[in-house]
């Protein structure tokens, strides 16, 4: 006779998914090769460029197919992946240009610092926002699932949770980094700095799906500092220009360009 247990049991075999799974070792090894010819030579030796970019591009074209692949086979959907691809290339040059300047900020700003090699090979703030660049391209182009993935090895590795869909602009900063949260609408200026235990979030989320879509995480202007702690909420929050956030500041409303935010919630301008 049988019981409500091997009913349910059954009713699985008879519909488990197929194929649902990226393998990890294809999102490392994308993650690698698209590294290896934005820092070529820091990852791995070689001895003809011209033969080591071709090889690198050649690994990418493979494993995005392959990605792309396991993404249609898990959303049941179809991607224009050649085209995809070729995009993805010519986004790029644009990554690396950006790169440059986070790896700038990370140097000019932090006097610990001995080398931008060291910032490339040692530093988990910039691992995580090479990651976002990349999966932040990637979501650009409208492929589901894979961005997100991305994003989330690197939290896994770093303690730093950037969505993919965030927006982050030119020399970007940030510094030690563990605990970092920003949120899927936020939207970041130029010349940003955030500390370790940042959350750039949203207020209640208690409605759930009906939120989609909507702009739910603030917007921090060109040339703001965040320090460490500090806990910014809601998608109509913006902190204006010039404006430093002190450490274990609770935010939930805009502040004004060229102000000081303490813990007490106390306000004052920039001293010039």
Request: hydrophobic share 40%.
């Given at each position: 006779?049988?019981?409500?247990?091997?009913?349910?049991?059954?009713?699985?075999?008879?519909?488990?998914?197929?194929?649902?799974?990226?393998?990890?070792?294809?999102?490392?090894?994308?993650?690698?090769?698209?590294?290896?010819?934005?820092?070529?030579?820091?990852?791995?030796?070689?001895?003809?460029?011209?033969?080591?970019?071709?090889?690198?591009?050649?690994?990418?074209?493979?494993?995005?197919?392959?990605?792309?692949?396991?993404?249609?086979?898990?959303?049941?959907?179809?991607?224009?992946?050649?085209?995809?691809?070729?995009?993805?290339?010519?986004?790029i040059p644009e990554i690396d240009d950006l790169l440059k300047t986070d790896i700038d900020a990370l140097f000019e700003g932090d006097p610990a610092a001995k080398s931008k090699t060291?910032?490339?090979?040692?530093?988990?703030?910039?691992?995580?926002?090479?990651?976002?660049?990349?999966?932040?391209?990637?979501?650009?182009?409208?492929?589901?699932?894979?961005?997100?993935?991305?994003?989330?090895?690197?939290?896994?590795?770093?303690?730093?949770?950037?969505?993919?869909?965030?927006?982050?602009?030119?020399?970007?900063?940030?510094?030690?980094?563990?605990?970092?949260?920003?949120g899927e609408t936020c939207v970041i200026g130029e010349h940003v700095k955030i500390y370790q235990g940042v959350t750039l979030g949203a207020l209640s989320l208690r409605e759930g799906q009906k939120l989609k879509g909507t702009k739910r995480h603030p917007t921090i202007m060109d040339n703001v500092t965040i320090y460490s702690g500090a806990s910014i909420?809601?998608?109509?929050?913006?902190?204006?220009?010039?404006?430093?956030?002190?450490?274990?500041?609770?935010?939930?409303?805009?502040?004004?360009?060229?102000?000081?935010?303490?813990?007490?919630?106390?306000?004052?301008?920039?001293?010039?």
């Amino acid at each position: 006779m049988e019981n409500k247990f091997t009913v349910w049991l059954d009713n699985k075999k008879n519909n488990i998914y197929e194929n649902s799974l990226i393998d990890t070792s294809d999102l490392v090894s994308f993650l690698d090769n698209v590294k290896s010819i934005i820092f070529p030579g820091y990852l791995e030796y070689f001895n003809d460029i011209s033969e080591f970019f071709e090889n690198k591009v050649n690994n990418i074209k493979q494993l995005l197919t392959k990605l792309i692949t396991n993404v249609e086979q898990i959303e049941k959907c179809k991607l224009e992946k050649n085209k995809i691809i070729t995009e993805f290339l010519n986004c790029i040059p644009e990554i690396d240009d950006l790169l440059k300047t986070d790896i700038d900020a990370l140097f000019e700003g932090d006097p610990a610092a001995k080398s931008k090699t060291e910032i490339i090979l040692c530093y988990p703030g910039l691992q995580a926002i090479v990651v976002h660049r990349i999966a932040h391209s990637l979501h650009l182009l409208g492929i589901p699932i894979l961005p997100r993935a991305l994003s989330e090895y690197a939290h896994s590795k770093t303690g730093i949770d950037i969505h993919p869909a965030s927006t982050i602009g030119k020399y970007f900063f940030i510094d030690h980094g563990t605990g970092i949260v920003i949120g899927e609408t936020c939207v970041i200026g130029e010349h940003v700095k955030i500390y370790q235990g940042v959350t750039l979030g949203a207020l209640s989320l208690r409605e759930g799906q009906k939120l989609k879509g909507t702009k739910r995480h603030p917007t921090i202007m060109d040339n703001v500092t965040i320090y460490s702690g500090a806990s910014i909420f809601g998608g109509e929050t913006i902190i204006g220009e010039n404006t430093t956030i002190g450490s274990s500041a609770f935010i939930t409303s805009s502040v004004e360009s060229n102000m000081i935010v303490t813990i007490q919630g106390q306000k004052k301008k920039h001293l010039k």
